[in-house]
């Protein structure tokens, strides 16, 4: 059993970083996310000699991951959804040119310069490629602070295994809330080995590495982008992770992530109290999506609410693999507002009169 | 007489005297320059200092958005090719995590001085132990030739098209005199290539720069006023007398900062 302690969520995932033998970090401080910041500052470097440097921005922030992960090195940064829409570009010339690294995303209220509070807004900018060009961000969506943690060596990991950026996308209330966290082992950093590809230095034993995204021939960038398309396909296959709960002999099937299905798994337990047969699909990779689970759920369900903190955005994907078997519907609160069980309940009861009538 | 006449001259490789040779840190490819861009000799100036300083394997080299956008493909060492005036924030990354490295830039006028300004002035503020070259030539050369941040009032660009106007686009942007005073910059000076006396001098500034990253005190900056003669309209010649006669009044060649002799000598 590793080390019990009582954190904040942004805390331990800033303490998993560190244990995970990050080599730098690059961030700018926002609301609700700066503690990530400035955990590292305190204890990154005089622990594992961990570079931790407050950038000019968050263009700067996501530029200078850019240059480390391209010189081999396992680095990070953290923003919430107005610095995120500022990383856009960088994330997209990472995912051009294949280099791995964590992004963290704690989600506030949008748009524009929005609320500090709680908000699950920016889904679609986390899955359908909020940069430009044909390219996917693995995101990993935690919803407790035991998995704030735990999301960041498995992050790095995927990351490195299919050289492709990773994003945990949380929210300000999972940023922010205390709760008991078990943290494992501190990795040595030092230990692991510079990728082959990297920019370290051109010896005589190999032709120059070069690290871009900018296949100026049509032929070429079109094969760059089979590849890359191939290889997103390979993540969907064993990357897909899911957690289910009661949805066996569900008729009403909830969908929900993060935050919202701790308040769903509340809502879907009073419903299971009052008899009422209500099972919880919680996608943890939000891309690659777990189709497969709903599509599996909508062969005997009657009918899917996705809650989310947000106009509308997951169910999408929900509607896509259910495929027209059974009404979805949505729910959600936007601007930092967090809904109640008993507002998840209701709707549960009213979408249940109707798919049995 | 017949057009593309050759004459056959029989006289072995190895029987004549190499006088110069292309460095093995510069890769046997054909350049996509114009004809008398300086360009190519900038990247040649830099890959012979590091091929002279013996440092191909601890060099590493970031590639902007431009003209130069390729000169990976022609400088051989490895690299890495930065977002549009991102180059200085990626080679901090770089520099941050392999300090034991010799990192530089390579950047023209739009990319350092208009789009990567931030990044510009807070790498040098921060003091980063790198070289940031600077390729002036006053126009947006792969574009098609728009106005740069550093074009000459009057100068005519597409985007300026009766010149440009004070009152209208502002001023030319000194931004070499601008990141000077800050105290973590180490060592900026300001060369051209248009003459070999100052290509000569261009490659002192550069050894010098590379050498001052052995000491851990701060940005070196080169500025090298260039050329353009496909945007400036004019034959590789003339163009380089035009950036004599124009260029240089308002971008004077010369040291701006040097190291102290204490500074040199503490290091
Ligand atoms: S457009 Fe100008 S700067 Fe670009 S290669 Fe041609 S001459 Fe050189």
């Not at chain 1, 995120?84 to 040119?97: D, K, R, T, W």
């Not at chain 1, 509070?117 to 693995?138: A, C, E, L």
């Not at chain 2, 000169?71 to 034991?100: F, L, S, W």
């Not at chain 2, 990567?116 to 503020?125: D, F, R, Y």
Request: glycine share 10%; with cysteine.
């Amino acid at each position: 059993m590793g080390e019990l302690r009582l954190m904040k969520g942004n805390e331990a995932l800033a303490e998993a970083a560190i244990r995970a033998g990050i080599d730098a970090y690059f961030g700018y401080p926002i609301t609700p996310q700066s503690e990530v910041l400035e955990y590292l500052t305190r204890e990154g470097y005089n622990r594992t000699q961990t570079v931790i440097l407050q950038a000019e921005s968050e263009i700067a922030s996501i530029n200078m991951v850019y240059g480390a992960a391209g010189a081999g090195a396992r680095v990070m940064t953290s923003s919430s959804s107005p610095g995120i829409s500022l990383m856009m570009e960088g994330i997209s010339y990472i995912a051009g040119a294949e280099l791995p690294c964590l992004l963290v995303n704690v989600n506030r209220g949008g748009p524009g310069l929005g609320t500090i509070q709680p908000s699950q807004g920016d889904y679609f900018q986390s899955t359908k490629g909020g940069g430009h060009g044909d390219y996917r961000m693995i995101v990993l969506a935690p919803s407790t602070v035991q998995e704030m943690a735990d999301f960041v060596l498995e992050g790095f990991e995927i990351a490195e295994k299919y050289r492709n950026p990773t994003l945990i996308l949380a929210d300000g209330a999972l940023g922010q809330m205390m709760e008991k966290v078990e943290l494992r082992e501190q990795l040595d950093r030092k230990a692991r080995e510079i990728p082959g590809w990297a920019t370290t230095g051109k010896t005589k034993d190999r032709d120059h590495n070069i690290i871009t995204s900018l296949f100026i021939q049509p032929e070429e960038m079109e094969q760059v982008n089979i590849r890359l398309q191939k290889k997103y396909k390979e993540i969907e296959q064993n990357e897909t992770r899911v957690q289910t709960i009661q949805v066996e002999d569900a008729d009403i099937v909830l969908v929900a992530y993060g935050l919202s299905a701790r308040i769903s798994r509340k809502a879907m337990e009073i419903c299971r109290e009052k008899g009422m047969k209500v099972g919880l699909i919680r996608p943890i990779t939000l891309w690659p999506y777990p189709s497969a689970a709903v599509a599996e759920a909508a062969e005997h369900a009657k009918g899917f609410l996705a809650v989310e903190l947000n106009a509308g955005q997951m169910v999408e994907d929900v509607r896509l693999a259910v495929n027209g078997k059974c009404p979805v519907e949505h729910y959600g609160r936007m601007g930092g507002i967090i809904m109640s069980p008993e507002e998840i309940v209701e709707k549960i009861e009213d979408l249940a009169k109707r798919v049995n009538q | 007489m017949e057009e593309n006449t050759m004459i056959e001259v029989d006289i072995a490789h190895d029987e004549m005297d190499i006088v110069c040779e292309r460095p093995d840190t510069l890769l046997d490819a054909r350049m996509h320059y114009c004809p008398g861009c300086g360009h190519g000799v900038a990247h040649r100036v830099i890959m012979e200092v590091v091929a002279e300083m013996g440092i191909q394997d601890q060099t590493i080299g970031v590639a902007p958005v431009g003209c130069s956008v390729f000169a990976y493909h022609y400088m051989n060492i490895d690299m890495q090719e930065a977002a549009h005036g991102r180059a200085c924030a990626v080679a901090t990354g770089i520099k941050r995590v392999r300090p034991d490295k010799f990192v530089f830039t390579y950047q023209g006028d739009g990319d350092l001085a208009a789009i990567g300004t931030g990044e510009t002035v807070h790498a040098i503020n921060r003091g980063e132990n790198m070289l940031i070259v600077f390729i002036n030539n006053a126009i947006y050369g792969m574009t098609g030739g728009q106005m740069a941040p550093t074009t000459l009032i009057g100068q005519k660009s597409t985007t300026s098209p009766y010149g440009r106007e004070v009152g209208f686009n502002g001023h030319p942007l000194k931004i070499t005199d601008m990141i000077a005073p800050l105290p973590g910059a180490f060592y900026v000076t300001r060369t051209a290539v248009n003459t070999p006396a100052n290509v000569r001098k261009t490659k002192k500034a550069i050894q010098k720069a590379f050498e001052y990253q052995k000491l851990n005190r701060g940005t070196c900056f080169v500025e090298v006023v260039s050329n353009c003669p496909t945007n400036w309209g004019m034959p590789p010649q003339k163009s380089n007398e035009w950036l004599s006669e124009n260029m240089l009044p308002m971008y004077p060649l010369g040291d701006l900062k040097t190291p102290s002799k204490e500074e040199l000598e503490n290091a």
